[in-house]
């Protein structure tokens, strides 16, 4: 993912939400969103996949898992010995706690990375990134950093957990406005934030080492670069609901996902109404 706004913890019925948009080459193969089982340890998982590598950017598990991955950009990024998108499927399988993940990552082996993860049941979120917080698009030796996580609303983008860019904090307002709305108006909401095509003013650009037209084009929510046959692939929104009596109660996790079609000519605009819906749900 390149654009993620998440909360946990902020309303009891509904205690977890997330809400983001993947930024990738349109050639690169994709698997839209689906339920799926890891062939080693069967374990279920509900996601998209990237084909070339074989990883993924967000997904949750039947486990009561859940990962998000962003990268942090740069001027240049080397070939990394591995694949960021399997750092999401070391947790979603489920054989690690936080302190075994952290420490079983090697901080050189991934270009810039951030990842997310919770154990919904056991209530435990964290974050660990590859790229010093206070200078993350600079050429710096790699080395994790890396905390727990408490209630709140968080965004990501491209730098570290929480940097303030203009989209990452539009789309933060729009998590916390949908935090005690109903479902289908929290829907209305954050789609409309990642659907968002504005871009930055020059003033607020960030700047990370690429060229500044690069950052103006990057600075919107939903990314179109048809020069570069680059932009927003897909989005999908993951909330967790309270159903049920008294008796019967149960967590209820619903994942959609709008896959975007590219245009099929390098001059035609890349909307979010040219677009396909799928829907996956499960209980924890």
């Excluded at 080693?40 to 996949?49: C, L, T």
């Excluded at 942090?72 to 302190?99: H, I, M, N, T, Y």
């Excluded at 600075?219 to 309270?242: C, K, M, N, Q, W």
Aim: hydrophobic fraction near 40%; aromatic fraction near 8%; charged fraction near 25%.
């Amino acid at each position: 993912m390149c654009l993620i706004a998440f909360a946990i913890g902020m309303s009891p019925s509904r205690p977890l939400i997330i809400a983001g948009n993947r930024d990738e080459f349109f050639d690169r193969p994709t698997d839209p969103l689906r339920r799926w089982t890891t062939p080693a340890r069967q374990q279920e998982i509900w996601s998209g996949r990237d084909l070339k590598d074989g990883g993924t950017w967000l997904g949750a598990a039947a486990n009561g898992r859940v990962a998000m991955l962003t990268n942090v950009r740069g001027a240049s990024e080397k070939r990394a010995r591995r694949s960021r998108g399997q750092l999401p499927l070391r947790w979603l399988q489920g054989d690690l706690d936080w302190p075994g993940m952290v420490a079983g990552i090697v901080a050189g082996d991934y270009a810039g990375f951030n990842l997310v993860v919770g154990d919904f049941h056991r209530d435990v979120w964290g974050w660990v990134g590859n790229r010093p917080p206070e200078a993350p698009h600079e050429d710096c030796p790699p080395k994790l950093h890396h905390r727990l996580l408490s209630p709140g609303v968080y965004s990501l983008s491209n730098a570290v957990l929480d940097t303030p860019w203009p989209k990452t904090q539009r789309l933060a307002h729009a998590m916390r406005m949908s935090v005690e709305q109903s479902a289908f108006d929290a829907e209305r909401t954050l789609t409309q934030a990642l659907a968002d095509s504005g871009l930055a003013a020059a003033s607020e650009l960030p700047r990370t080492g690429v060229p500044e037209a690069a950052e103006r084009a990057l600075s919107s929510a939903f990314v179109h670069i048809p020069e570069r046959h680059y932009g927003t692939r897909s989005s999908l929104l993951l909330r967790v609901d309270l159903q049920g009596s008294a008796a019967l109660r149960h967590w209820r996790v619903q994942m959609d996902e709008w896959t975007h079609a590219p245009p099929a000519e390098q001059h035609q605009i890349h909307r979010w109404s040219d677009r396909q819906k799928v829907s996956e749900s499960l209980a924890w």
